[in-house]
């Protein structure tokens, strides 16, 4: 079975752009991709769980929702994750390109997430001191640190320390989607096991050819000179592990 554990409803990027379920399961169909964990960014954490529910409602079978959480001074999302992971969203997702990922704005929602017993899936663009303090102050708390440390990065030495947080701290999974230097993935399943490394297509990227980002994410992970065990752990094995 393959689950891809980092689909967008909305993505970061400047027109935040938005995928509907049918769009999304239809690229699945398309690359041969069973489930899918789906959340929204660049929105607020209230329209983020709608957008989830609206597509779990359509496709129980085949997505899985994760909560968006960003901070609002208007009111706080803690009560909105906390409700939202109640009713049955398996977790939770933070960016740190819409915010500083800064003690009052991080730190609560790791309270919670060991609390539910739920992962935080975090881009942390490439910082590491956040990821090293994070992992060691909520040891029980679920930490997946998307693209293996930085969306796209070339620079190996950066890339080799997360792998050392995740070797570190045994709380800590590694997302590898939106990775450039591959054999860095095989390097992590080397370091810290298939099962703390998680497939990811950071799509669905419907356009402009069905469902080829998808395919090649796949491709990614198949290409790797690990044991066919492990690639499958890592297509699909690890998180649903992680997500029991
Ligand atoms: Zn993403």
Redesign the pocket.
């Known amino acids: 079975m393959i689950i891809d554990s980092?689909c967008?409803l909305k993505?970061?990027d400047v027109a935040g752009t938005e995928y509907s379920a049918e769009e999304i399961v239809r690229v699945m169909d398309a690359a041969g991709i069973d489930r899918s964990v789906v959340f929204a960014?660049q929105t607020t954490t209230r329209r983020s769980i709608e957008m989830a529910r609206d597509a779990v409602a359509q496709f129980p079978d085949r997505l899985i929702p994760y909560v968006y959480a960003l901070p609002s001074y208007d009111r706080p999302v803690i009560e909105e994750l906390r409700e939202a992971l109640e009713e049955g969203f398996r977790g939770i997702k933070m960016?740190v390109g819409e915010c500083r990922i800064r003690e009052h704005i991080s730190d609560p929602v790791f309270e919670l997430a060991e609390e539910l017993d739920v992962p935080v899936l975090m881009?942390l663009g490439g910082d590491l001191g956040t990821a090293q303090r994070l992992a060691a102050q909520f040891p029980q708390t679920k930490l997946i640190i998307?693209?293996l440390g930085q969306?796209k990065c070339t620079v190996e030495p950066l890339i080799g320390q997360f792998i050392e947080v995740a070797e570190a701290h045994p709380n800590v999974w590694l997302d590898a989607?939106?990775v450039v230097m591959t054999y860095l993935i095989a390097e992590a399943v080397k370091r810290i096991g298939a099962e703390r490394v998680l497939f990811?297509v950071?799509g669905p990227y419907p356009r402009p050819h069905e469902a080829t980002g998808a395919r090649y994410a796949i491709r990614q992970i198949e290409m790797l000179e690990i044991s066919a065990e492990d690639k499958a752990m890592v297509l699909g094995g690890s998180v649903a592990r992680l997500l029991g």
Do not use: E, R, T
């Open positions: 980092h967008h993505h970061g960014m960016h881009d998307a693209h969306y989607s939106g990811g950071d």
